[in-house]
């Protein structure tokens, strides 16, 4: 090609074809040397595919050691203790390994028992080596009889309290002829097992025609067993046999009470103070040891039930020694704490809380002051205490009306009406501690919440049994907003009427508790005990409040 070039460009002067044909040549060079990237075609996006198994998937009559899963390219296993799952469990996991394109399971040292069907489920383990491709939901099924079992089995869960999602759960049938003793659950593992998908959903295959108790929980520690009340569980009372029963499973999850009372920890903030914290909700009787100290202490207790006790103390120091006593639990604790050492000389101001939020005190709620500390009573000045507001154009001056509650708090025991904005004046040093503590001087805004600003909410429930009920109205994340109890006689129609006013403009919802023993709280159930969690039933009906008007709604519980 060279020499024709040559062969044209000869008439040209010698000097001006050398330069023509290096130029060709580093046109040439270049294009030559150009990269162009590798597409390697489309990115693999699908699972791997079972193309043989040795012996066949669904086979009867199994004997063989060792089924070889052959799939369409090299594939590996991940997470196989939490996906994968055989029913009926086996007494040794097998070995499983994944070799090339070839997956094996070792089934030497598993002793498979007669006339038996055994699905091995495998959930997401099985995953392609290069893109991780997940083969979803694979299972291998063999009888070591003469036919696979074909009955089936499914249901849903939900949480009794709230009626929400459970998340992931175990899901066991136990054989009713194995159970010897109604703590089952905590040492029998079960014959079949699934998990739940997040909402709660979940179903057996392959179950033989048996009768099955049911039972779902939290496996925390995945032991497939019951470990108490760490652990949520759900149960059915019935007895189920999948050739007769067709309907679906319900089980009602709910986390039992915890059985054993005891002192966690102790715990000091500051000097003044200790908290008691439990092992569970508890309401105790706090004393001092010795009766001369009886004066000294004051054991705060809220008004509902919880975990940690407070007990307030004065004028003692290095140790605090207690006597507490729990009339449920019929408990008896001597408790000596450490306290901190007291620190005259560190100043620090005395501090305090009110019930109020924002400046709005709530309707028919006296507005009150409660301190970090035991205050002396006996200290506190009036004086220094003040109202102020305007009404009528007039600036007003009261002096507080103080009412002492408890040793930790104080009420403004005043009339604050609706539409008046007023100013709490609290000067330095009206109040003082036992440790040489006064407040700081302080001005604090105050209105009563205005009855315009609410709302209320006239109920027409109809429900379906003689009974007592809880009837509650719940906000976001199933906030308690307010509570009434209802008992339904024999005498009395299914039909109540319940007023809940002076409500925040919101969008609510009913939540009606089953309180069958009366106690007026919904009680949580017991596995030993074969207790169910009472029931609640929440409508799917929102209910929107707004200010200043009464909402009239009919609720039927069927």
Same mark, same amino acid.
């Given at each position: ?377 006996? /200290?506190? =000045?009036?004086?220094?205490? @003040? $109202? ?6 007039? &600036?007003?001056?009261? +002096?507080? *009306? ?125 596995? /030993?005990? =074969?207790?169910?969690?009472? @029931? $609640? ?6 209910? &929107?409040?707004?200010? +200043?008007? *009464? ?8």
């Amino acid at each position: 090609m060279i020499n024709i070039v040559i062969a044209i460009l000869h008439p040209m002067p010698r000097q001006l074809i050398n330069i023509l044909l290096l130029f060709m040549c580093l046109m040439l060079f270049i294009k030559c040397a150009q990269v162009v990237q590798l597409t390697g075609g489309e990115k693999d996006s699908e699972a791997p595919k079972l193309i043989q198994s040795l012996p066949e998937n669904k086979s009867v009559n199994f004997v063989a050691d060792q089924i070889i899963l052959q799939f369409d390219e090299f594939i590996q296993l991940k997470d196989i203790s939490n996906q994968i799952i055989i029913n009926p469990p086996l007494p040794e996991i097998p070995e499983m390994e994944a070799d090339g394109k070839k997956l094996k399971i070792n089934l030497k040292k598993s002793k498979t028992e007669p006339n038996t069907t055994y699905r091995i489920f495998f959930g997401n383990a099985i995953n392609d080596m290069h893109e991780g491709n997940v083969l979803k939901d694979f299972e291998f099924v063999f009888s070591t009889g003469s036919e696979i079992d074909t009955l089936k089995a499914k249901g849903e869960i939900e949480i009794e309290f709230d009626k929400s999602e459970p998340g992931e759960c175990v899901v066991a049938l136990y054989n009713t002829d194995k159970i010897t003793n109604d703590s089952f659950a905590y040492q029998l593992k079960a014959d079949y097992i699934v998990k739940s998908n997040k909402t709660g959903n979940f179903d057996f295959k392959y179950l033989p025609n048996k009768n099955f108790k049911a039972l779902a929980f939290w496996d925390k520690n995945k032991n497939y067993l019951y470990d108490g009340e760490s652990e949520r569980i759900a149960f059915s009372d019935l007895t189920h046999n999948p050739s007769i029963d067709t309907t679906s499973i319900h089980l009602n999850m709910f986390a039992e009470k915890t059985g054993k009372l005891y002192l966690k920890k102790t715990y000091s903030p500051y000097y003044g103070k200790v908290q008691l914290i439990y092992s569970k909700e508890v309401i105790s009787n706090i004393k001092p040891l010795h009766d001369s100290d009886q004066t000294k202490i004051y054991h705060h207790q809220q008004n509902k039930a919880n975990d940690t006790l407070s007990v307030y103390y004065k004028n003692i120091t290095d140790t605090l020694k207690l006597i507490s006593t729990n009339p449920e639990f019929s408990i008896l604790d001597t408790l000596i704490i450490g306290l901190p050492k007291f620190k005259p000389t560190i100043a620090k101001k005395l501090m305090f809380t009110q019930n109020w939020l924002a400046g709005v005190l709530e309707k028919n709620v006296k507005p009150r002051l409660q301190f970090y500390n035991l205050i002396d009573t006996g /200290l506190a =000045k009036n004086a220094l205490l @003040k $109202i102020k507001y305007i009404k009528d154009t007039l &600036k007003v001056t009261e +002096d507080v *009306e103080l009412k002492v509650i408890d040793p930790i708090t104080v009420e403004l025991a005043n009339n604050f009406a609706e539409g008046i904005d007023y100013k709490v004046v609290c000067d330095t040093a009206a109040f003082h501690d036992y440790t040489g503590k006064y407040n700081d001087s302080i001005k604090l805004n105050l209105s009563r919440r205005e009855s315009s600003e609410l709302g209320k909410l006239k109920l027409n429930l109809l429900l379906d049994k003689k009974q007592h009920y809880i009837i509650q109205l719940i906000g976001a994340n199933h906030t308690v907003v307010m509570e009434k109890s209802v008992y339904l006689s024999l005498s009395s129609s299914n039909s109540v009427e319940v007023i809940m006013d002076e409500l925040f403009p919101g969008t609510y919802r009913i939540k009606i508790i089953y309180d069958d023993n009366a106690n007026k709280k919904w009680d949580t159930g017991n596995l /030993l005990e =074969k207790r169910q969690p009472e @029931k $609640i039933r929440i409508p799917a009906k929102e209910i &929107k409040i707004m200010a +200043d008007w *009464e909402v009239e709604e009919e609720i039927k519980i069927q």
